[in-house]
């Protein structure tokens, strides 16, 4: 089976840096993806890695440990339409995805 | 653009009554899913499916059952509506691929109220 844990919420201020950490124990890994959901919306592809290191994307970058179980989304440069829920979820070579319970961050002016 | 789409986006049923979710894609992706989203609680898995009237169990199954009787569509039925089956349904698709491709596509959702 899969556990994934990440932050439940987070906050931070219009045009600051926020990182939201991803914790997982799996019985498989097959890459860990990172999706975006705005309130009453679908979730929304944002990034994959499968080896280790800093995946960059504009202002998102993600980071991967697979020896630690352990990914980081970063949001730079954070503006209000950031606002959203932000979930980690790990492939395992089945087909399905395992995902976490989401991170909900609100971003202040 | 992968495109899913779900036939309704919000519903109201009664206890007891047969649900049907409907859910299609255009990208001709193998992979089909139902998801079911509750606050607190993420994302589960009901139900998916690898290839036309084939089906797997996800993790939820309970009170549930699919249809793909085509590869573009994926229904879920709920044959007996119950309260604690009010929730947001989700349908995704993927490739069947590995790695990158089994990157999940969502349609907009199902706001279900059981009453």
């Known amino acids: 089976g899969q556990n994934i844990d990440q932050p439940t919420e987070m906050t931070a201020t219009e045009g600051a840096i926020v990182q939201i950490n991803c914790t997982y124990q799996?019985?498989?890994?097959?890459?860990l993806f990172w999706y975006q959901q705005h309130a009453g919306e679908a979730p929304t592809f944002l990034s994959y890695?499968?080896?280790?290191g800093l995946e960059e994307k504009g202002r998102f970058s993600s980071f991967l440990s697979r020896s630690k179980g352990y990914s980081y989304l970063l949001l730079k440069e954070l503006q209000m339409k950031d606002s959203a829920s932000y979930l980690c979820?790990?492939?395992?070579?089945?087909?399905?995805?395992?995902f976490g319970a989401g991170t909900t961050v609100t971003v202040r002016a | 653009d992968v495109k899913v789409t779900q036939s309704s986006r919000y519903l109201v049923k009664r206890t007891g009554e047969k649900v049907f979710l409907e859910c299609v894609q255009d990208?001709?992706?193998?992979?089909m899913f139902w998801y079911r989203q509750d606050p607190g609680l993420g994302l589960r898995l009901i139900y998916f499916?690898?290839?036309?009237?084939?089906?797997e169990k996800g993790d939820i199954p309970e009170g549930y059952s699919v249809s793909r009787e085509k590869k573009e569509r994926f229904s879920l039925i709920l044959e007996s509506a119950s309260t604690n089956q009010t929730s947001m349904y989700l349908c995704?698709?993927?490739?069947?691929?590995?790695?990158?491709?089994?990157?999940?596509?969502f349609g907009p959702g199902t706001r279900l109220l059981v009453l």
């Open positions: 995704a698709s993927s490739l069947a691929g590995t790695g990158e491709q089994e990157t999940q596509y």
């Open positions: 799996t019985s498989g890994f097959n890459g």
């Open positions: 990208m001709d992706h193998e992979n």
């Open positions: 499916s690898y290839d036309v009237k084939m089906k």
């Open positions: 890695n499968v080896l280790d």
């Open positions: 979820a790990v492939g395992s070579n089945d087909y399905k995805l395992s």
